[in-house]
T-cell receptor, first 112, second 114 residues
Framework: LAKTTQPISMDSYEGQEVNITCSHN???????ITWYQQFPSQGPRFIIQ???TKVTNEVASLFIPADRKSSTLSLPRVSLSDTAVYYC?????????????FGQGTTLQVKP | EAQVTQNPRYLITVTGKKLTVTCSQN?????MSWYRQDPGLGLRQIYY???????DKGDVPEGYKVSRKEKRNFPLILESPSPNQTSLYFC?????????????FGPGTRLTVL
């Protein structure tokens, strides 16, 4: 499984765009990249998933360069309610193993 | 409503007293998994199950047991809890394999072992 590295913490202000980068140098050909968001005392919830280039949904965008050794989660115009821990996860969509490595995550603090 | 439930939500126990944390999902999911979360360490996988009667170790399985006798339930068993197992525990399930789309997480169980 690919090991991921994220910044431990980030600060931002309301209304700004926030970009959180995740490094995954040993990503495999069949690996996908998924980001989760976790609020205090709650389970993580899915934000976005992608394989390459750019993916966008109503919550965020995910940018993946051609070499796929990193990915960037982009949160447009954050609000105080976006304060949470964000996890990057790299794993194949299919296969015979269910092992998943979440890592430490990035704690995002949005200030007024 | 589609959900993953865990019980109990909070538990304080003493060293060596066997306990079970239950996890149940109502989505007919094949894949289920247990995680523990500790400050500064993020989420770490304890055990997972690809289907009924199929379980395997995650990253931190020592001191834990699981069973998957039926699809909806995946209990986590601590035969002889120790203080280093004090943690926040999450159960999760996914109907399309471990990594396809989203895992659905339970509300968490906060365990304190004295």
């Amino acid at each position: 499984l690919a090991k991921t590295t994220q910044p431990i913490s980030m600060d931002s202000y309301e209304g700004q765009e926030v970009n959180i980068t995740c490094s995954h140098n040993n990503i495999a050909t069949n690996d996908y990249i998924t980001w989760y968001q976790q609020f205090p005392s709650q389970g993580p919830r899915f934000i976005i998933q992608g394989y390459k280039t750019k993916v966008t949904n109503e919550v965020a965008s995910l940018f993946i360069p051609a070499d796929r050794k990193s990915s960037t989660l982009s949160l447009p115009r954050v609000s105080l309610s976006d304060t949470a821990v964000y996890y990057c996860l790299v794993a194949p969509l299919a296969g015979n193993t269910g092992k998943l490595i979440f890592g430490q995550g990035t704690t995002l603090q949005v200030k007024p | 409503e589609a959900q993953v439930t865990q019980n109990p939500r909070y538990l304080i126990t003493v060293t060596g007293k066997k306990l079970t944390v239950t996890c149940s999902q109502n989505m007919n999911h094949e894949y289920m998994s247990w995680y523990r979360q500790d400050p500064g360490l993020g989420l770490r996988q304890i055990y997972y199950s690809m289907n009924v009667e199929v379980t395997d170790k995650g990253d931190v399985p020592e001191g834990y047991k699981v069973s998957r006798k039926e699809k909806r339930n995946f209990p986590l068993i601590l035969e002889s809890p120790s203080p280093n197992q004090t943690s926040l525990y999450f159960c999760a399930s996914n109907g399309r394999g471990p990594h396809k789309d989203t895992q659905y997480f339970g509300p968490g169980t906060r365990l304190t072992v004295l």
